[in-house]
């Protein structure tokens, strides 16, 4: 499976932005999906997860009210809407997809990963 995740770019603070994860293959599907980032200097950190159908979702407290996870699966993409964008959301944003039809927070879950994209929010 290969992920290609799009949509970053640079916003002020209060925008909005949506990600989107689109994947190579129909098997996605079948598999729990994730968004982690990565800020400049800062070790990888989750923010959001949906189960295979979406009847599972989790967020990140950091990002819990702001930010929403969802996924096509006719369009083989996941989405990630972000709302209230603040300057600590800045980051290279990943999506991964796991083995299993939920992989939960925990980045070892996930054997897929996209290349990225950045988000910069200025103030």
């Known amino acids: 499976v290969q992920l290609q995740a799009s949509g970053g770019g640079l916003v002020q603070a209060g925008d909005s932005l949506r990600l989107s994860c689109a994947a190579s293959r129909r098997t996605f599907s079948n598999n729990g999906v994730s968004w982690f980032r990565q800020a400049p200097g800062k070790e990888r950190e989750f923010v959001a997860s949906i189960s295979w159908r979406g009847g599972s979702i989790a967020y990140a407290d950091s990002v819990k009210g702001r930010f929403t996870i969802s996924r096509d699966n006719a369009k083989n993409t996941v989405y990630l809407q972000m709302t209230s964008l603040k300057p600590e959301d800045t980051a290279g944003y990943y999506c991964?997809?796991?083995?299993?039809?939920?992989?939960?927070?925990?980045?070892?879950?996930?054997?897929?990963w996209g290349q990225g994209t950045l988000v910069t929010v200025s103030s």
């Open positions: 991964a997809a796991a083995l299993l039809a939920w992989g939960g927070d925990e980045a070892r879950m996930y054997r897929y």
